[in-house]
């Protein structure tokens, strides 16, 4: 019989509370970590259709991890090392005590290291001068540089992976991780989901896909807003989230604190188009059972929905169209919400972050509200989806995450009682 | 020009802010390596800001013999005096930094 894998300890930045239980608290409340961007050092924002993002607001590394390990990679890796410290000290785990060969550290990355690598480029066009092309440019772009520096600075030698696939990096990161600890190749997995590419070039390529709000400049707080009839596309995000995954033997021999068992994963293609969704929402559809089967449970016993959710047009309305197809006449008793609302698209963090919504979901019986989802869009409509915090017995939750290059992923969690 | 006592300062202060620590701690005596604690990257990193704040080229062959804080000095201070009468560099393989477009 295969391990049963289950989390045991939870960390977050994000842009609306860097540590979860400032983010969840302003997560129940509904609060928006929505703002403008006011500039792109040295230049003004006038030029970007959409001036409005996710930030994380005064955030200094050197407050929360030591700078031999923080000083030395990109923004994204630098949210990676608070979220995992933090998560770690909440898992109860000690290095010391482990195998450090049996825990691994798997990262969900979209964008990688472009704060330091968009200034490189720029200099070396501008100037011409390759000698002065930073010799920690490599180091810092590589996209596993977090998944590195978070082994370095706890000592994990197990199996060190970066995912990158876009949007639904972190969700594969999840699934992976429940994969190495079934198969018996980690004890423990440090999963992350992190990225920070609010930065002028990334910023301006998602503007130039017509992919980013641009009707809400003046409110940033009601931009992102999925399943709303006045959504027009989502909103950048950045921000980083942790999930310490063990198997339950090896957290019941160290009595930690169980949230909730991850029970289910499902990686599919649709084999289809770039950056365009199936409008049928069939390989959704077919995403999500799969998961529930991998779960060993039934679109019936779905009590919560972690919505992918951007908040675009054709994206929001597939992945309920998707839902109606999988659960039927369930779809109507299931809660959903959907956390970009509240702190926009964080792109490779989204599954992490998510997660942490659904773990929490099941383990305190609240569901965040969904933001601005004043006015439903009849293509979108779910009773389950309320703009209020929402309270829930949660026994199995689904986290749903989609992202360019066709490729979709389901994670299942499932409640646990107190004894593992 | 030749034992500018500010070469010595601006390095000691560049590898002081790299290091977070006081310059007057920092000896010429002092290997980079077992004195100040730095690894090749940091090395090169070290250098990096070395070249930037002299405006010089350090070509690969010259690092070898960079290995403690007076070498680094002294290796500047014969850099710049070479750059100022426009002499070729002291190493027999090419001059390090070729003036003008020319590809090496």
Known sequence: MRSRV???????VSPIGIGVSDFWKAALAGQSGISAITSFDPFPMDGYRSKVAGQVRDFAVERFVDSAHGERVDRYAQFAL??????LADSGLQMAK???HRVGVIVGAGMGGMVMGEREITQLYQQQKPHRVHPNFIPVITLNSASGIIAMAYGAKGPNLTISTACSSSAHALGQALHSIREGRADVVITVGADASITPLVFAGFCSLRALS??????PEKASRPFDRLRDGFIMGEGAGTLILESAAHAKKRKARVYAEIAGYAATSEAYHMVIPREDGLEVAHTMRL????AGVTPAQVDYINAHATSTTIGDAVEVRAIRRLFKSCADKITISATKSLIGHTLGAAGAIGGIASVLALHTGQIHPTANYDDPDPACALAGLSRSAQERRVKVALLNAFGF?????????KHVKRET | MATDPSISLK?????AEYLKRDSATILTTQHLRDDLGL????VIELLYRIEEAFDLQIPDQDLVGLTNVGHVVSYVEKRLEKTASAAPTKKPAKPSKPKGKKKS
Do not use: C, Q, W
């Not at chain 2, 690894?39 to 940091?42: E, L, R």
């Open chain 2, 39 to 42: 690894d090749s990257m940091a």
């Open chain 1, 405 to 413: 290059g066709s490729n979709n992923a389901a994670v299942v969690f």
């Open chain 1, 82 to 87: 608070v979220a995992s410290k933090e998560a």
């Open chain 1, 6 to 12: 289950v989390v045991t300890g939870l960390g977050i």
């Open chain 1, 291 to 294: 998961a529930l089967a991998d």
């Open chain 1, 98 to 100: 482990e195998n450090p």
């Open chain 1, 214 to 219: 641009s009707k809400f400049n003046d409110h």
């Open chain 2, 11 to 15: 390095i000691r202060t560049a590898l």
